[in-house]
């Protein structure tokens, strides 16, 4: 009877609003009696026993899939994942896991944050998790201990370990605490030709993300810092006013920064920068890529149509709709699309439109065009165009394999001998790997017979069994044979030509095994082409 006074009021008020028709009402309450009906028949009469509350989130989860894909159900059970989703933050000892496939059993892995219990209590890259209080860990999967070493904060666990590094047995305790995964990963000064640019990473806009950005930012100034790259690649977005604060810092007050409109206009919003700026005149470049989408594309967007800042990169995912999460009854969640974004300009960057689940593209023949203050044409229905197209390189197979779950006992077991015998290890600004290093990774790797799936081989082949269905292989089978003599697989050669990638994958281990994760992440922009090109004219 709750269930349904309390579909009435929701329908009562979406009338009230004007979003949902008298005749849609009449028509919705009608199903929703079916919708009783059914579940009320197959509990009574279905051969087998059903479970109430799974059967409604099938079905509540059945009609959010037919909508877009970030129209989401979260039971009372899911709420952690949402939750850990729009705040960063969930309670255990910060250690990031991975099962040992030489060893069949979890070992910590590479990535654990600055500054948690697990790093304050000495645990180190390849340490065995052997029990966890009373229970014993050996052989068992990282889900089994992960939910383990997950609780409470402020509760109290024991973590019996065996050392990588001396091969002894030793039981830690430690007490749980909240773990927020780090929006801004790094924050640090690169120097080219003099000019000291601050560069600071913002992977996600989760709350409060806004504060440790200016604080990362002011930090830099106290440094010196001229000019700011802010990278937002990868960022797939959050919270909407966290990204309108972190605008805020670099435009006057009062500009218009995103407006939204939807269905019901009591949820329409214009959103403005309502904070005096930190710095109106620092130079900004914003780094972007096709996995920027959402808040990211509202911090890069609104800065391209205020003409306050570069962009450099590839065109952004093309998110310009926004949602709302709103609490059920019997403690569940619904998260709903309830309107799309416009920049400044007025443009909305959505680049898909959803029907009954299926995902279609803006057609060109849709799509308007609109300016910035500065008189450059933009458009609607596509993401973000940067100001300066830059690619990444293509990741080398080899670099892909090494790096992949089948493959990292030989990259982990490299870094963990290496972090043994090197204790002092210089920080990212000076550290490299040595040439006598990377050849004695290469030895192992040769050693193990290391074996991948090289492209070319692979694309050959599919060509030879073309030629042969259509009857051009016998005519040109010398060349065949002669291309495939020079396309062999040697994984030697591969290793040498894919040096620089590879030690760049070592580096960013070997910085997190004995720094942490911060300057793991700093590593990479010494390899990353984007960024170099970039920075090189800005």
């Known amino acids: 009877m709750k269930r349904i006074k309390y579909t009435l009021l929701l329908l009562l008020f979406c009338i009230a609003s004007g979003t949902v028709s008298a005749q849609d009402y009449y028509k919705m309450g009608e199903q929703v009696s079916l919708f009783n009906e059914v ?24 009609m959010t899939a037919r909508m877009d894909p970030y129209t989401e159900f979260y039971s009372a059970k899911d709420k952690e994942k949402l939750n850990q ?94 773990i927020k995964t780090p929006e801004i990963p790094c924050a640090f000064i690169y120097n080219v030709d003099g000019v000291k640019i601050g560069v600071i990473q913002l992977t996600d806009f989760i709350q409060g993300c806004y504060d440790h950005f200016k604080e990362a930012f002011l930090d830099l100034k106290r440094k010196g810092m001229q000019k700011l790259v802010i990278d937002i690649r990868g960022n797939g977005g959050g ?8 605008v805020n810092m670099f435009i006057p007050r009062g500009e218009l920064v995103v407006q939204t409109r939807g269905k019901n206009s009591q949820l329409d919003r214009q959103y403005k920068a309502a904070k005096d700026p930190t710095d109106l005149q620092i130079p900004l470049l914003v780094l972007v890529d096709d996995d920027s989408a959402s808040a990211s594309e509202i911090l890069a967007g609104c800065f391209q149509d205020l003409d306050r800042a570069k962009i450099a990169g590839v065109k952004t995912y093309g998110k310009g709709i926004t949602q709302q999460t709103m609490p059920l009854q019997n403690d569940a969640e619904l998260k709903v ?103 004695d990774f290469k ?76 300057q793991g992440v700093q590593s990479n922009y010494k390899y990353d082409s984007v960024f170099l090109k970039a920075v090189k004219d800005f």
Not at 239 to 246: C, F, H, L, T, W
């Open 39 to 62: 579940c009320r028949r197959l509990q009574a009469l279905y051969v087998d026993t059903l479970n109430p509350e799974q059967m409604i989130s099938d079905a509540v989860r059945g």
């Open 85 to 178: 989703m729009l705040t960063g933050r969930y309670a255990g000892i910060g250690a990031v896991i991975k099962y040992c496939q030489d060893k069949k059993q979890v070992v910590v892995d590479y990535s654990f944050y600055d500054d948690t219990p697990a790093m304050k209590a000495g645990f180190e890259m390849g340490d065995e998790i052997l029990a966890i209080d009373d229970t014993s860990m050996v052989g068992k999967n990282t889900t089994y201990v992960s939910s383990h070493l997950r609780g409470e904060a402020g509760t109290q666990l024991k973590v019996k370990l065996k050392k990588r590094s001396t091969g002894k047995t030793v039981t830690k305790t430690i007490i749980r605490e909240t």
């Open 239 to 246: 919270s909407v006013q966290e990204a309108v604060d972190i």
């Open 337 to 439: 699309t309830v309107s799309r974004y416009y920049l400044p300009s007025g443009r909305c960057i959505q680049a898909r439109n959803y029907k009954k689940g299926r995902e279609e593209t803006v057609a060109d023949s849709l799509k308007h065009t609109f300016y910035t203050r500065a008189g450059k044409a933009v458009v609607d229905g596509s993401g973000i165009e940067p100001d300066l197209e830059l690619k990444a390189d293509t990741m080398p197979r080899i670099v892909y394999y090494l790096s992949s779950a089948d493959s990292t006992e030989l990259v982990h077991n490299f870094v963990c001998d290496y972090l043994n015998k090197n204790k002092d290890i210089a920080e990212v600004e000076t550290f490299a790997l040595s040439d006598n290093d990377y050849a």
């Open 443 to 518: 030895k192992r790797v040769i050693a193990a017979d290391f074996n991948y799936d090289p492209f070319t081989e692979k694309v050959l082949k599919q060509l030879k069994e073309v030629a042969e269905v259509e009857g051009y292989y016998e005519e040109s089978k010398p060349e065949f044979e002669a291309l495939e003599k020079k396309l062999k697989h040697n994984v030697e050669h591969d290793l040498e030509f894919s040096k620089s990638q590879i030690k760049a994958l070592l580096e960013y281990y070997i910085m997190i095994g004995r720094h942490g994760y911060s």
